[in-house]
């Protein structure tokens, strides 16, 4: 059996480390496809820009969960989708920033971005020059309640455990303006041999006709969060 890399960042509810074991949404679609395989659970926490690069450098790799975009569908070879959410611009309460289109948005003073998710990726590929990026969104989130960032990119469904995080709430904040809706998948770096990569996609399909995927999701997914279909 050929060893896979299996590489993931703490993004919770889809990923993250409880009681010292990564648990989540997506690690246990994840963890599920594994056992059915017979491979070790051998998954590692990375920063996600450390995962991302490791995906691009080296053959082998799995990332998840990494949203499908544009600019990297020939990165990857892709197993999914696992689910989809909105990615969205938050502002601190009371703020009193509206916004009615991404263009209002590149004359506010800073938005916080994280390194390597698609958010800062999009925004930037739209000639946003009043980005702040940093490694970890739980700075994100303490910048823009303590009034150093005027807006920040969370998506709807990471957002409250990355406030909880950073020690606030969703009360804190309120949605500005929804950039785009993305799906989400399981990455293989682009040298993984096509005939793994077709395993997974046979075993995620099975695990989506015999009702184990529904399961996970609804232990994860709050009612009316959106899995995959």
């Not at 060893?3 to 989540?24: A, H, R, S």
């Not at 998710?117 to 700075?139: A, I, R, V, Y």
Request: hydrophobic share 40%; glycine share 6%.
């Amino acid at each position: 059996m050929q060893t896979l890399q299996l590489v993931t960042e703490n993004y919770p509810p889809i990923t993250f480390m409880k009681d010292g074991q990564v648990t989540g949404f997506a690690t246990e679609v994840v963890q599920e496809i594994l056992k059915r395989q017979n491979h070790p659970d051998n998954i590692r926490m990375m920063a996600w820009d450390d995962a991302y690069n490791l995906a691009l450098t080296e053959k082998n790799v799995v990332l998840f969960s990494t949203t499908r975009t544009d600019k990297r569908e020939m990165l990857f070879k892709w197993v999914g989708p696992i689910g989809s959410y909105r990615d969205v611009l938050y502002t601190k309460k009371g703020s009193g920033i509206i916004l009615n289109s991404l263009e209002d948005a590149k004359k506010v003073g800073k938005i916080g971005v994280v390194d390597g998710w698609f958010s800062k990726e999009f925004l930037t590929g739209l000639g946003f020059k009043n980005l702040k990026s940093s490694k970890l969104p739980k700075d994100n989130a303490k910048g823009l309640v303590e009034g150093k960032l005027d807006l920040c990119a969370f998506t709807d469904m990471t957002a409250p455990d990355i406030l909880k995080d950073a020690g606030y709430s969703m009360d804190d904040i309120v949605p500005a303006y929804v950039i785009k809706n993305y799906e989400f998948y399981i990455a293989f770096s682009k040298e993984t041999p096509d005939e793994i990569v077709n395993k997974w996609r046979r075993s995620f399909d099975e695990m989506k006709k015999d009702g184990s995927f529904d399961k996970i999701s609804k232990k994860w997914l709050p009612v009316g969060e959106s899995a995959a279909k």
